[in-house]
Nanobody, 119 residues
Framework: QVQVVESGGGLVQPGGSLGLSCAAS????????MGWYRQAPGKQRELVAD???????TYADSVKGRFTISGDNVKNTVYLQMDSLKAEDTAVYYC?????????????WGQGTQVTVSS
């Protein structure tokens, strides 16, 4: 079994910053990449940012220039630094790990961490 655990959510004022962390653990033959998704009330889950094991990053247009994703292949950990936060960033943020095992490749999800941006 693979476990994915997020941490770092909380309440922050507009314009503030917050950092999220996520670690994948368990039996992992190969980690192709990790990423962050978010889901606001009444909205579909959407990609925020992801990073491959080779270091290639992808960002949603709505967060470009404000969020930074980074990863540590040795620790199987991904980070999301969120700056200049806006009210519309309020959502549950989920970590995703793209894990490969012999004969199997699938995505594993964390439980999510709440990020609330409010005055």
């Amino acid at each position: 079994q693979v476990q994915v655990v997020e941490s770092g959510g909380g309440l922050v004022q507009p314009g503030g910053s917050l950092g999220l962390s996520c670690a994948a653990s368990g039996i992992i033959f190969r980690l192709y990449g990790m990423g962050w998704y978010r889901q606001a009330p009444g909205k579909q889950r959407e990609l925020v940012a992801d990073i491959t094991s080779g270091g290639t990053t992808t960002y949603a247009d709505s967060v470009k220039g404000r969020f930074t994703i980074s990863g540590d292949n040795v620790k199987n950990t991904v980070y999301l630094q969120m700056d200049s936060l806006k009210a519309e960033d309020t959502a549950v943020y989920y970590c995703n790990a793209d894990v490969g095992r012999p004969g199997l490749r699938r995505a594993y999800w964390g439980q999510g961490t709440q990020v609330t941006v409010s005055s």
